[in-house]
């Protein structure tokens, strides 16, 4: 149990093209979604956190026209980066938390995005 | 501000070693610890801890939390070539199901 998945797991764009990014939790409901990023060597930066039928909360410092997010469902969210640039290039994760009484968090395999 | 350090930052052992990674955290009302593995892609979860004092093991894998000390321990006893990756701990607190990920210990265990 506790599968999530992410599409695609690579993808490469064009400057200036925008790219989205799917998480699926597979045999649960996620109440919330966690993206982050992942630098080379480093640890996972958290992005933001998707509610289910709500606004997504950024951090600070991440831009929200920059980085869509859209939970549309109790099982799918997704990240748009709109009009890319080189340095979006990066390993962009997600996670998904059944919520409600559970805090475990469960991770995504991951998309690895190179913008040109 | 909240955060999470781990030490150490890396460590080369020879297979049958025993290992310990540490977690610190300065987390406002915590609530639990999450251990992961990251081998080349995502993190797979190992552990969540919420109380002080009670060991979760996993064949070679343990983990216990200290509350008083705001730490915890990955113990890892005969490591093996497989065993080889970057470990993450992450802490959480209360009225939010967000973590904070520490910068991870990258383990390389030798043959």
């Known amino acids: 149990g506790a599968v999530v998945s992410q599409h695609p797991s690579r993808v490469i764009c064009k400057s200036g093209t925008s790219v989205k990014i799917e998480c699926r939790s597979l045999?649960?409901?996620?109440?919330?979604m966690f993206w982050y990023r992942q630098f080379p060597k480093q640890s996972l930066m958290l992005m933001a956190t998707s509610n289910e039928g709500s606004k997504a909360t950024y951090e600070q410092g991440v831009e929200k026209d920059k980085f869509l997010i859209n939970h549309a469902s109790l099982t799918l969210s997704t990240l748009t980066v709109t009009s890319a640039h080189p340095e979006d290039s990066s390993f962009y994760i997600c996670?998904?938390?059944?919520?409600?009484?559970?805090?475990?968090?469960?991770f995504g395999p991951g998309t690895r995005l190179t913008v040109t | 501000e909240d955060k999470v350090v781990q030490s150490p930052l890396s460590l080369v052992v020879h297979e049958g070693d025993t290992v310990t990674l540490n977690c610190s955290y300065e987390?406002?009302?915590?609530?639990?610890l999450l251990w992961y593995k990251q081998e080349k892609k995502a993190p797979t979860f190992l552990f969540m801890l919420t109380s002080s004092g009670i060991e979760k093991k996993s064949g070679r894998l343990s983990s216990i939390l200290d509350k008083k000390e705001l730490s915890s321990i990955l113990n890892i006893t005969a490591t093996q070539t497989g065993d080889s990756a970057i470990y993450l701990c992450?802490?959480?607190?209360?009225?939010?199901?967000?973590?904070?990920f520490g910068t991870g210990t990258r383990l390389k265990v030798l043959a």
């Open positions: 045999d649960f409901q996620a109440t919330t």
């Open positions: 992450a802490v959480g607190g209360s009225g939010t199901y967000k973590y904070i």
């Open positions: 996670s998904a938390s059944p919520g409600a009484s559970s805090y475990e968090q469960y």
């Open positions: 987390v406002t009302n915590f609530r639990s």
